[in-house]
């Protein structure tokens, strides 16, 4: 199924589309509020940029710093190829402490490496703490937004998802009593998990440490009542120095939804006493794509889902319509650097209006690297067969100026004598749309009369 | 070749020409920087209570915690509040605490932010496991924005340190703000001085 495919599927709930649609803006003026009363803005934004350009020029040296401090702070540093390498080390690490029950809170990279089912499946319980990865995971879904995991969920849906496997009452839908059961559930397995995973929003290679911010408290709440601490991040979520976390927190919660601020902004510098912490750095082709001057950029992402809020396409397809771990306008370019063939039909996912790029805190260059990618993708061939046999005649017509003149007279005698050639199902414009008038004759025609009168 | 070496060869073959950093210069704004901290706590689901001095902290909880079955208290000050807790460094016996009363290092204007350590935490999980949370910070320390905060934070050698910005929350489902998801249900911030 493609993007197209799995968008019509979502649509089939007219109301359903509306709503998520109205939501997404909603969080998008927030995020529009927020920044409007932050003074120097755009200069963030800016710096911010140039602090990631930075990093990715310095990359070589900032890892081997930042794995040298982490080692000095007490922490094991390990590094994985492939998410399989991850999820292997993850593995081992909680085989060697002997434990069934883990909990985790919000960690993409885990999401990319599929690490809950490599661990459900060898036996391992995966307890996800922040509360809609519990409501999407307790529905055997994943995430369907970076931020927001359940974001296409009605309440309710959630309250008789907690009815099944919570014992909630039925019919209770009220999001505080759903957030309490949620609470009341969560702690016990705060109180009994021996290992805690968290992901990471930021490392800092002069120091060593990690920042990991939550709205919930969910990762500090594992990780201070576990005895072992797993912290999963790509190599690209390293920054110079300590101080350049006033320029990523002053951004990132106000991107995200419109907060001045998470709620928790955790700096994790040496493990507490007794605990083992460890830090693993995945590649997963990040530094091949650092080879790339079109592509690069993408991995400045800081990850806080501005892209996904204000993107009318995900507004109205809906993030499992992406079938990848990142979704929205931001994983329609990073997924065709790990899989071009899965997912050639993402860059064509978008209007290309270039609302992504407006909102990105980092300034990611998200619609061009989209136009960038159709070109790669089509040049490689992994476009559909009617596509290419379109694109194919459009340039043979558009090419030769006496064929498109008769191209153009022939499509306005047959629009205007028989529409069902344009007015049929299988034309996707046709879809939802009216089809406006033919022209009487050709712009050509109109100009040379014109001229002459 | 081990990944390490693998990533780390790959990495330094693809990283493209150095591009510098850049300086960091921002406006600090001509805000009542107190003023502006009350006014974005409260917005966040914070309670500010000003007070002269720490015995109208003493003052207010006896009032409004009368009820606290357990109150944690880690500033020497405040020890006639209920003592100060001996901690045994098993977080899990913590879990029936209802306040805990911390004192933080200072606070940030712009976004409601407080930051404390390890160090003034008795047990890095107690901020977090909660009931409910006081933290106690003089006026005077208040820093205008971020980039102030991490001025002050430059040579800090914390092992675990937080910004604390109101109660735990989530808005997971619909949308709908609820305070206290896991962490603390209600933050209480005390602002000494005149």
Not at chain 1, 143 to 155: E, N, T
Not at chain 2, 109 to 115: D, H, L, R, V
Not at chain 2, 157 to 171: E, L, N, R, V
């Amino acid at each position: 199924m493609n993007h197209a495919d799995l968008a019509d599927h979502f649509n089939k709930d007219e109301p359903r589309v509306d709503w998520h649609d109205k939501t997404l803006w909603y969080i998008r003026e927030k995020r529009d509020k927020a920044a409007w009363q932050t003074p120097d803005w755009e200069l963030l934004r800016s710096t911010a940029s140039q602090i990631k350009n930075n990093v990715l020029s310095n990359l070589h040296p900032y890892l081997l710093q930042f794995e040298k401090k982490a080692q000095q702070n007490g922490v094991t540093v390990h590094w994985a190829s492939t998410p399989e390498e991850h999820n292997q080390i993850v593995y081992s690490i909680i085989q060697k402490h002997g434990v069934a029950n883990i909990v985790k809170s919000k960690s993409m990279l885990t999401e990319e490496c599929h690490l809950n089912a490599y661990l459900s499946n060898r036996g391992i319980d995966v307890v996800d703490t922040d509360l809609g990865e519990r409501i999407v995971q307790l529905a055997g879904e994943p995430p369907s937004h970076i931020v927001l995991p359940c974001i296409h969920w009605r309440k309710e849906e959630i309250g008789e998802l907690f009815h099944k496997h919570l014992g909630t009452p039925k019919g209770n839908a009220d999001p505080q009593f759903l957030t309490a059961a949620a609470r009341e559930h969560l702690r016990q397995r705060f109180m009994t998990s021996k290992v805690a995973i968290t992901g990471v929003n930021f490392g800092v290679a002069e120091t060593g440490e990690i920042v990991v911010c939550t709205n919930e408290g969910n990762a500090d709440l594992g990780v201070q009542l576990a005895d072992v601490h797993i912290a999963c991040m790509g190599i690209e979520k390293i920054i110079p120095q300590r101080k350049h976390l006033g320029v990523f927190l002053r951004l990132l919660a106000r991107s995200a939804t419109g907060q001045p601020i998470t709620t928790y902004s955790s700096h994790f510098r040496k493990p507490r006493d007794g605990q083992d912490m460890h830090i693993v750095l995945v590649d997963n082709g990040r530094s091949e794509r650092l080879a790339s001057d079109d592509f690069r950029n993408a991995l400045k992402c800081i990850r806080c889902g501005a892209c996904f809020n204000t993107c009318p396409v995900y507004r109205r397809s809906g993030g499992h319509s992406y079938h990848t771990a990142v979704a929205g306008p931001i994983g329609s370019i990073l997924a065709p650097g790990l899989d071009m063939k899965q997912h050639a039909d993402l860059p064509f996912a978008s209007t290309l209006c270039g609302s992504c790029t407006n909102v990105c805190p980092v300034k990611i260059d998200i619609h061009d690297q989209l136009f960038k990618w159709r070109q790669v993708i089509v040049q490689k061939g992994y476009t559909s067969t009617s596509k290419k046999v379109g694109m194919k005649l459009m340039t043979f017509v558009l090419s030769n100026p006496s064929v498109y003149k008769i191209a153009g007279a022939t499509a306005r005698w047959f629009r205007k004598y028989f529409p069902v050639v344009v007015n049929n199902r299988f034309n996707l414009w046709y879809k939802q749309r009216e089809m406006p008038l033919a022209p009487k004759g050709s712009f050509s025609d109109w100009y040379k009369q014109n001229r002459k009168a | 070749m081990s990944s390490r070496e693998k990533i780390l060869a790959t990495v330094q073959a693809n990283q493209p020409n150095d591009s510098p950093l850049p300086e960091l210069h921002f406006s600090v704004g001509e805000d009542n920087h107190v003023d502006r901290f009350k006014t974005v706590l409260s917005g966040i689901g914070g309670n500010v209570v000003e007070v002269a001095d720490r015995n109208q902290i003493h003052e207010f909880i006896k009032l409004n915690f009368s009820e606290s079955k357990r109150i944690v208290n880690t500033i020497p000050d405040l020890a006639a509040v209920s003592g100060i807790h001996a901690f045994e460094n098993d977080p899990h016996r913590l879990e029936d605490v209802d306040l805990a009363i911390l004192q933080g290092h200072f606070g940030v204007a712009e976004n409601g932010a407080i930051w404390i350590t390890e160090d003034r935490m008795g047990d890095r999980a107690l901020p977090f496991i909660t009931q409910h949370l006081a933290l106690v910070i003089d006026k005077k320390e208040i820093v205008p924005n971020l980039h102030e905060a991490y001025f002050r934070l430059d040579t800090s050698a914390h092992q675990f340190g937080t910004f604390i910005a109101g109660p735990s929350k989530t808005a997971d489902i619909e949308q709908s703000l609820v305070l206290g998801a896991h962490g603390p249900k209600s933050l209480l911030v005390f602002l000494i001085g005149q």
